[in-house]
């Protein structure tokens, strides 16, 4: 069956991993399209789970593969089936932005052709499964630098803001004669 999906001209496979290092999360995905070029995407974000960020992975690679002519199988490979559970999950929880994304983006796929469809395949990493093994020893080699905020954000205009008139008030206090 794995290889029967491989070599068709239909399937799109692909594999996803995500984790977080230094307070980074990292989403890594790899989309094998036969007779295209393999398709890579490494995303780093904050302040997110690394469910989140697998959720993300998963969106992008469904995506991709139902945005490709002639694709009317879409098989994801992950080492966290029970992310993917999470996408069909009709109560309120906190990936739910993810989910209804990636449940618009199969309605679109499923509305070209009724015949079309997806399969969630688990691989733990432990199994080496060459396809997924690429992604896990993809994002274990990567080494992400913590963010720190940029200077351009919302946040840090606003800090600084705040931190200035902090800053004047205590001198305006301290040159001031009525202390006290």
């Known amino acids: 069956m794995v290889i ?13 991993d995500a984790s977080i290092k230094n307070n980074v999360a990292m989403s890594i ?17 904050a302040f997110v789970t690394s469910t989140e960020a697998e959720l993300f992975a ?5 995506n991709q593969a139902s945005s490709v002519d002639n694709i009317s199988k879409i098989i994801v490979v992950t ?17 739910q932005i993810h989910a209804v994304a990636i449940l618009e983006e199969l ?23 060459h396809l997924h093994k690429a992604v896990d020893c993809e994002l274990k080699a990567s080494n992400p630098t913590p963010i720190f905020p940029c200077k351009m954000s919302w946040d840090y205009n606003k800090k600084t803001e705040y931190d200035n008139i902090l ?12 202390k006290g």
Request: aromatic share 12%; proline share 6%; glycine share 2%.
């Open 4 to 16: 029967e999906s491989l070599s068709s001209p239909s399937t799109a496979i692909t594999a996803t």
């Open 29 to 45: 995905l790899h989309t094998h399209i036969p007779n295209r070029p393999l398709s890579r995407m490494i995303h780093h974000s």
């Open 58 to 62: 998963i969106r992008y690679g469904i």
């Open 79 to 95: 080492d966290s089936i029970y992310v993917a559970r999470k996408i069909f999950d009709p109560l309120s929880h906190l990936c």
């Open 107 to 129: 309605c679109l796929f499923f509305s070209k052709n009724s015949a079309n469809s997806i399969e969630f395949w688990e691989c733990p990493s432990r199994l080496n499964w």
């Open 167 to 178: 800053q004047n008030w205590k001198m305006t206090f301290q040159a001031s004669d009525g």
